[in-house]
T-cell receptor
Framework: EDKVVQSPLSLVVHEGDTVTLNCSYEVTNFRSLLWYKQEKKAPTFLFMLTSSGIEKKSGRLSSILDKKELFSILNITATQTGDSAVYLCAVLYPSGNTPLVFGKGTRLSVIA | DTEVTQTPKHLVMGMTNKKSLKCEQHMGHRAMYWYKQKAKKPPELMFVYSYEKLSINESVPSRFSPECPNSSLLNLHLHALQPEDSALYLC?????????????FGEGSWLTVV
């Protein structure tokens, strides 16, 4: 069975801290991994990672994939209260027809 | 522009009501999806449409009935729902159905069944 595991499940940090969110996967047929940020509404797309070792960056957020060790990390530097959200990791079409297999998410709280 | 628009944002309905959720995208995407998300859980796939044809129905009860009138629109018709169907319903789309296509979500419709 395809599995995506995120850690930690929740995290509380202070503004200005740097955080690293983890996502490991065991899937039949890896193609791509996606990161989403979800506040009170819909998941907002952050990154899609397909190749190992290539960092994707957007402002204070960056992410990288390790296909040998089967994991990805999402880094957020100089965190702000607006970064508080659930961060979802998902694997795209790991097997069969299922478009996305999600992890349970990491709930990040950034306090002033 | 990666915008998927859903209406209404909030819906309260009785168990005997018939209502619909609507989703629209103008990105030329040919795959559209309905997901259901309960509190503190990740989204769960309900339906996939590819080129306006139903490709996947994840064993969803018949009280949920999807419809894809054209390539830009996706509806979810609701009838005789149960309180446990209360959830956030997310529409999503991607360029095509298949690997390599990022899936973009709309803002969701919060449904409460009373």
């Amino acid at each position: 069975e395809d599995k995506v595991v995120q850690s930690p499940l929740s995290l509380v940090v202070h503004e200005g801290d740097t955080v690293t969110l983890n996502c490991s996967y065991e899937v039949t047929n890896f193609r791509s991994l996606l990161w989403y940020k979800q506040e009170k509404k819909a998941p907002t797309f952050l990154f899609m990672l397909t190749s190992s070792g290539i960092e994707k960056k957007s402002g204070r957020l960056s992410s990288i994939l390790d296909k040998k060790e089967l994991f990805s990390i999402l880094n957020i530097t100089a965190t702000q209260t607006g970064d508080s959200a659930v961060y979802l990791c998902a694997v795209l079409y790991p097997s069969g027809n299922t478009p996305l297999v999600f992890g349970k998410g990491t709930r990040l709280s950034v306090i002033a | 522009d990666t915008e998927v628009t859903q209406t209404p944002k909030h819906l309260v309905m009785g168990m005997t009501n018939k209502k619909s959720l609507k989703c629209e995208q103008h990105m030329g995407h040919r795959a559209m999806y309905w997901y259901k998300q309960k509190a503190k859980k990740p989204p769960e796939l309900m339906f996939v449409y590819s080129y306006e044809k139903l490709s996947i129905n994840e064993s969803v009860p018949s009280r949920f009935s999807p419809e894809c009138p054209n390539s830009s629109l996706l509806n979810l018709h609701l009838h005789a729902l149960q309180p446990e169907d209360s959830a956030l319903y997310l529409c999503a789309s991607s360029q095509e159905y298949g690997p390599g296509n990022t899936i973009y979500f709309g803002e969701g419709s919060w449904l409460t069944v009373v």
